[in-house]
């Protein structure tokens, strides 16, 4: 084993000790080492990163700080203004701890890919290594390709794939790594100061960003492998039968913990398949039925990597930037506002706005609803949701939203609009969920939950008329999608 005398890890959506590439390869390598974060938030406002997710890291920093304390590697929380001050930020910690050689686990979105190779390319002039390593993804990107040695463009052919290499390798969870041994320990200068880069440590002040409280998302390693186990142990052979109905505690609500990195996909799947052991043979089970939600966040990924123009604001298909949309500044804020008059696609705006997090049923009819009947241009939808979300992901947010607009890979067809009143009268019958969220609707009765206006005592509602009529607008969407493509 080749020992540089110290290392630094730098920490970004990967913030945990368990099962961490970056930081098993850093262990093995050096030493000692000492861990970074830097927050950026120019960076964040240019991304609209939801002020209740930095919350969050912000919560989970001082965990990871305890976590990194116990296998003697102090972390450094530093803040710059953007991706462009990065390099240099990186290279003042090297400097100031004589480290060789720096090591992280790759981000696959293309600010973040540049912001990587200008780090790497700046270090390398100062004869220090840089290590970027695949972890996000059971199985890198550009590892599952089509017979031509494509990266597939169609969901259930690259799940075949990906299944059948997941057989051939598996995918094993990797331990904490041993602690460096205190004779090696680096020591940042007492904790919370200024180091000698003259940048002071921030893990115990808020960042000079917006913050909302995530309280309700506990960040702790037992609180978060609990939620694991349970789901695992309780839900999954039941999640096919009752993820759709967002008024049942039917899903996971691991997506914070996995677009941030506090827990691993291999971790979810290892879980999963002790529970169920069988579940890659049983297509019908609720088990396989959440693996494939694993698949299709790996899927989401891999595009990325392959389609770059996906993490810069282009559609997937080419034909769909001639679609004529409609600018509605009114009816983009009554949709944020849960103001629309159809009370499903408004009590799952609310949840949203309230809570940063949204059923995942829910978000494929509020965005069907924007980019369909209010025929709004699906980059201000990713935006707003991007900018409520706990769990905001770009390859996955940007991915639903293009399925939704029928504007990306494998998407629902331009033809096939949801009915906002069907989805809402299948998967929230009684209107339970409708009336948590809408307290408007609290005393109008079953038959007429779904479409209020229609109740004989709905003068007496403080709540609005439907701002579109499904049918024609259904209509027009249609039209607009077959001249944008040329189908006369």
């Known amino acids: 084993m080749s020992h540089n005398k110290s290392g630094l890890v730098w920490f970004r959506a990967d913030l945990r000790t368990v099962d961490n590439t970056a930081l098993l390869a850093a262990r093995e390598t050096c030493d000692s080492l000492v861990a970074l974060y830097l927050a950026t938030p120019m960076q964040w406002h240019e991304h609209h990163v939801a002020p209740i997710q930095i919350d969050f890291i912000h919560r989970r920093l001082q965990v990871l700080r305890e976590q990194l304390r116990a296998l003697n590697i102090p972390l450094q929380v ?12 990186v290279l003042s910690l090297v400097d100031e701890h004589q480290v060789g050689h720096v090591f992280c686990n790759k981000q ?20 220090i290594k840089f290590s970027a390593f695949d972890d996000s993804c059971v199985i890198p990107p550009g590892e599952v390709l089509t ?18 290499q997941f057989r051939m390798q598996g995918a094993a969870v990797q331990p ?30 808020p960042f000079t960003y917006p913050q909302t409280d995530s309280m309700a998302w506990p960040v702790d390693e037992e609180a978060i492998r609990q939620r694991l186990l349970t789901f695992c142990e309780e839900k999954a ?22 677009a941030l990195g506090l827990v691993s996909p291999r971790q979810c799947l290892a879980v999963l398949l ?43 298909i080419a034909w769909t930037r001639n679609v004529q949309w409609q600018e509605s500044d009114k009816a983009l804020k009554a949709w944020q506002q849960g103001l629309t008059g159809f009370p499903i696609v ?25 980019t369909k009947d209010l025929l709004i241009h699906w980059q201000a939808g990713e935006q707003w949701f991007f900018s409520h979300l706990i769990d905001g992901d770009l390859a996955a947010n940007n991915g639903g939203w293009q399925w ?22 299948r998967f929230d019958p009684k209107g339970e969920f409708i009336r948590k969220w809408v307290h408007e609707l609290k005393d109008v009765p079953d038959k007429y939950i779904h479409e209020p206006h229609k109740w004989p005592g709905a003068v007496t509602l403080k709540y609005p008329k439907p701002i579109v009529d499904h049918k024609a607008a259904r209509l027009r969407a249609i039209d607009r999608f077959k001249l944008a493509k040329g189908d006369n």
């Open 78 to 89: 530093m803040e710059v203004a953007d991706f462009s001050e990065v390099p240099a930020a």
């Open 108 to 127: 696959y979105e293309w600010n973040e890919l540049q912001r990587d190779h200008q780090t790497g390319h700046l270090l390398s002039q100062h004869q």
């Open 147 to 164: 017979q031509k040695g494509d990266p597939f463009k169609v969901y259930t052919p690259f799940r075949r794939e990906w299944i059948k």
């Open 176 to 205: 904490v790594p041993a602690a460096v041994e205190a004779s090696h320990a680096l020591n940042l200068s007492n904790g919370s100061s200024v180091g000698a880069s003259g940048i002071a440590d921030k893990v115990d002040e």
């Open 237 to 258: 052979e039941d999640y096919h039968k009752y993820r759709d109905f967002p008024a049942f505690d039917g899903t996971s609500c691991l997506s914070p913990y996995l």
């Open 274 to 316: 002790h529970e169920a052991p069988n579940c890659l043979d049983e297509p019908e089970s609720g088990a396989f039925c959440w693996l494939n939600e694993l698949v299709w966040r790996e899927f989401y990924r891999h595009l990325m990597v392959a389609f770059p123009q996906l993490s810069r604001n282009q559609p997937f």
């Open 346 to 370: 408004d009590a799952a705006m609310r949840q949203l706005k309230t809570t940063g997090w949204m059923h995942n049923r829910l978000r494929m009819i509020t965005a069907s609803f924007l």
């Open 404 to 425: 939704a607009a029928s504007t990306g890979t494998d998407a629902q067809p331009y033809f096939r609009v949801f009915n906002p009143t069907t989805q809402s009268e």
